[in-house]
């Protein structure tokens, strides 16, 4: 049997779409691009799954069965829930554009779409979500550019492991604030491929072995979890 698609990155993703076939192909393109993916069919299976997982970005059809995406989306506002939304759907007029963002959805794509297309629009909201204008994060003498995936400290190229980078990511986007450990372990999860919590502390370590000979600090917050110290003047 294959191995199952690599699902390193610390951004989850959860995909509300009934067609089989489009959502097995968007869910195994995100995921050869590092997203953890969570995919499903109904709009009562994805309020169920929005209440238990800390999403960083929902993809939602609108032409579902039953409860349409639309009337998923308003539902996921009116209980508080921010994350960006990104609307999939073959409708293209002005009228249904314009109720899908007024809804609260953050973008939209027409159908039939390009994976590259969708990529960086996913990441684009990420991005804007976390409030960074920019692919690259700079932190004392640490680089990480998120398009390329490519991470350095100092001049010399820094290797890290799916997962690695991963915990850093998540870490250096909240910087300086404290990521709790149970948001690392549930970023890092997918519902098919859970991850014991003894799981972070060994990522924690590995990149600290590898980090702090450059002076990139991570420091635990006892009872709460982790954060980037903050760089050296």
């Known amino acids: 049997m294959p191995d199952p698609p690599r699902t ?5 993703l959860l995909l509300v779409e009934d067609d089989v076939l489009l ?59 921010a994350l960006p939304v990104l609307i999939l759907t073959a409708r293209d007029t ?18 039939p779409f390009h994976l590259s297309e969708l990529v960086a629009r996913v990441r684009a909201l990420i991005r804007r979500s976390r409030a960074v204008a920019s692919s690259l994060i700079t932190h004392g003498a640490l680089t990480l550019d998120m398009a390329t995936r490519e991470a350095k400290l100092g001049d010399a190229p820094l290797a890290l492991t799916g997962r690695e980078w991963a915990t850093l990511e998540l870490l250096l986007l909240a ?17 098919d491929r859970e991850l014991s919590p003894n799981a972070v502390e060994l990522y924690v370590s590995r990149l600290r072995a590898k980090l702090e000979p450059g002076g990139v600090r991570i420091l635990t917050v006892r009872g709460l979890g982790y954060r980037i110290e903050a760089p050296a003047e």
Do not use: C, F, H
């Open 175 to 191: 910087a300086p604030r404290v990521v709790a450990k149970e948001k690392i372990l549930d970023s890092l999860s997918a519902w």
């Open 94 to 111: 002005l009228e249904d554009r314009v109720d899908a963002l007024e809804l609260g959805a953050d973008d939209y794509l027409i159908k």
């Open 23 to 81: 959502a097995s192909g968007v869910r195994e393109g995100l995921e050869a691009q590092g997203y953890n993916v969570d995919a499903i069919d109904t709009a009562e299976a994805a309020l169920t799954g929005l209440r238990l997982t800390p999403y960083d970005l929902a993809i939602v059809d609108i032409g579902l069965p039953r409860m349409d995406g639309l009337e998923l989306v308003r539902r996921m506002r009116r209980d508080g829930l």
């Open 8 to 12: 390193d990155t610390a951004m989850r």
